[in-house]
């Protein structure tokens, strides 16, 4: 007579194997930390056996995308877009306190909401992955655990060569964990470069584990994809070697058929993350039609700072009614199609199809009970075979889950968690979160700290003199420029767009975003630049009409004016765009940049010469002084007709 160490009698089993078998009254035989017999357990006895009291027992759900340890930051900044959110909150953040023992926090309070709801497995991807992977084995949950890579400094790795040194070294250590299969997860490819999503796709094939990455999310990528290499992102990363390994992509929310085809001829699996993708407002993946295509399609919530919880009950419905909503059609992704996402699809989409998933004998003992007698899933039909799906999607809630357990091991009886200690969790979690007010709460205090916060500012103790004025004619200037007493070093002509932002506190200064397109002499465009600079209202002297200025901070403008307008949140804007000419010049042995420029907005007429240099003693500012003074009667402008103050000014 075989044996087993524990039978689960009289349960109504939902398997979800490939021929969606349901054993109403069935029974589950667990030896070790897999399954030896499923729904007809025959003549095996059990060192133990538990009565599951007519219960739904399914295996455990797959969470196919998350951050778990981004638990920490949930709720931290909600209701802004995409860049503003990740750009301008969640990376300064999390260059500021993510370390090992943030991630472990995080991390042990996400698996305690996800076996709490009844996941068993999850792919995630954050920094200090490895602390990702031994919080999430303590708790004894199955995870694909991917070590982020980047082209930009992160937490845990100030180059790109060392994020890949990190998630190489990881992938060696943990690579025959039973509950944890490491992995290279290259942020995205707009994040990343060609260079290492290559890297990344040899780390995965030569030690022959999934990669996890984030594709076609936004449109705005896509779009930026096609203008800047001419074709969409999958293709792109096609061409770059990625899907050599299995690939694990989240979102694809902007995607083609042929798009598709290329993924499921890959063997890729894709993370269909519903709210996060709602809430962020990157529209609705083509679920069904990717599922059409034979593609593997698991379900995810993403991380906890944009959904905000790990609910797969809530993401699983959703899916079905986005399909559904979306097409008109409402027999689109009915209910059982909807659950194997979250089971079967999802294990497979992560790279764990042979371990987990469904309840089959050789798979491993993941599985979960959930109660169906719960008042809002009162009364049930048997009439339906498919009745059980749309009990268990339409109107079961994650905290119908009363029992979880993992590679055989329990993880919750009766609601009672067995591996996790969630009161001292929520303790350190209180405490991070304190620490991570108090940070922002300084941050916006001052427009320049805001500024340093997403990178790339640099300070520039620069002292500078410099007049504004008006002139009659730009013949005279193009003259005084032509003559002898002139040393043309540099010629440049551009158009300039200017915005400036104004805050309430005008000690804040001025932030300016300047967009400059550079022009050759027939006036076509031959590059662009962006940058920020923000200028401090203070005037440091005055020699006459020249002004001495100092304190500019500078920083290239990686990001859209949109982006700036909804992070700085300017209580005033004020546009200005004019035609620039600039020279490098040397006049009586010193190097001055005269500008002349010509507005078309604010549409103020005729010209405006600028002329100035950088200078460093008050005894070289006055000297320079005297000298612009007198450069600005060879450029034919009159000292009475200078402005007071920038061009702004005049706006
Ligand atoms: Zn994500």
Same mark, same amino acid.
């Given at each position: 007579m075989p044996t087993c160490d524990l039978l689960l009698t009289n349960a109504l089993v939902v398997t979800m194997d490939g021929s969606f078998t349901v054993h109403p009254g069935g029974a589950v035989a667990v030896t070790g930390d897999s399954l030896v017999a499923v729904g007809d357990v025959g003549s095996f006895t059990a060192r133990e056996t538990f009565d599951c009291g007519g219960r739904v027992l399914m295996p455990g759900l797959v969470n196919a995308h998350t951050h778990v340890a981004m638990s920490l930051l949930r709720g931290l900044a909600d209701d802004l877009r995409l860049d503003v959110w990740l750009m301008g909150y969640m990376m300064p953040v999390e260059r500021e306190f993510v370390s090992p023992d943030f991630v472990r926090v995080g991390t042990g309070l996400a698996c305690a909401e996800m076996i709490r709801s009844g996941v068993t497995a999850f792919a995630d991807m954050y920094y200090f992955e490895e602390a990702v992977a031994e919080a999430t084995a303590a708790a004894g949950l199955r995870a694909l655990c991917g070590q982020t890579v980047l082209k930009f400094p992160a937490p845990d790795a100030p180059s790109y060569e060392d994020s890949l040194a990190r998630a190489r070294d990881f992938i060696v250590r943990w690579k $025959?964990? &039973?509950l944890i299969v490491p992995a290279p997860a290259p942020h995205a490819p707009y994040t990343c470069t060609a260079e290492i999503l290559r890297a990344c796709a040899d780390l995965a094939v030569e030690f022959d584990v999934p990669i996890h990455t984030h594709l076609s999310e936004t449109l705005l990528e896509v779009e930026q994809w096609r203008k800047t290499h001419g074709m969409p992102v999958i293709p792109w990363v096609k061409k770059q070697g990625l899907f050599d390994a299995h690939v694990l992509a989240a979102h694809c929310v902007h995607v083609d058929l042929g798009e598709m085809r290329t993924m499921k001829n890959a063997g890729a699996g894709v993370a269909h993350n519903p709210s996060s993708n709602l809430k962020l407002g990157s529209g609705v993946a083509p679920v069904t039609t990717m599922l059409d295509v034979g593609l593997d399609v698991g379900i995810g919530t993403d991380g906890p700072a944009s959904n905000n919880d790990l609910d797969m009950f809530e993401e699983v419905r959703l899916a079905a009614l986005l399909a559904k909503g979306f097409s008109g059609d409402p027999t689109a992704l009915p209910a059982r199609h909807a659950l194997v996402m979250a089971t079967r699809l999802g294990a497979s989409a992560i790279g764990l199809g042979s371990l987990t998933g469904a309840l089959e004998v050789g798979r491993r003992a993941d599985l979960i009970l959930l109660d169906v007698d719960a008042v809002h899933n009162t009364p049930a039909f048997t009439r339906d075979p498919d009745a059980v799906y749309s009990r268990i999607v339409y109107a079961a809630k994650s905290s119908d889950v009363t029992d979880v357990m993992c590679n055989g091991r329990w993880l919750m009886r009766d609601r009672r968690l067995l591996t996790i200690d969630e009161a001292a969790l929520a303790r350190e979690a209180a405490d991070y979160a304190r620490r991570i007010d108090a940070f922002l709460i300084t941050r916006e205090e001052s427009v320049l700290k805001k500024l340093v916060a997403i990178g790339g500012a640099v300070e520039e103790e620069s002292f500078e003199v410099q007049v504004k004025a008006r002139v009659a004619s730009a013949d005279a200037v193009l003259a005084a420029i032509a003559s002898d007493d002139v040393t043309v070093i540099r010629a440049a002509r551009y158009h300039q767009y200017d915005t400036y932002f104004f805050f $309430?506190? &005008?000690?804040?200064g001025r932030l300016r975003f300047r967009e400059d397109e550079f022009l050759d002499e027939k006036g076509e465009v031959t590059g662009v630049r962006a940058r920020l600079t923000l200028t401090g209202e203070s005037r440091e002297g005055e020699f006459g009409r020249v002004l001495l200025f100092r304190s500019r901070y500078l920083a290239p403008a990686t990001h859209s004016l949109r982006f700036y307008r909804e992070y700085f949140k300017p209580t005033a804007e004020r546009a200005v765009e004019k035609e620039r000419r600039r020279w490098l010049v040397a006049y009586r042995g010193v190097e001055f940049y005269v500008h002349l420029d010509r507005l078309a907005q604010p549409p103020v007429g005729g010209y405006f010469v600028e002329v100035k240099s950088r200078t460093w003693s008050r005894r070289d500012a006055r000297d320079k002084a005297a000298i612009i003074a007198d450069l600005l009667g060879h450029l034919g402008a009159h000292p009475d007709d200078t402005l007071p103050d920038g061009y702004v000014d005049l706006a």
């Open positions: $025959d964990h &039973p $309430d506190d &005008p000690s804040q």
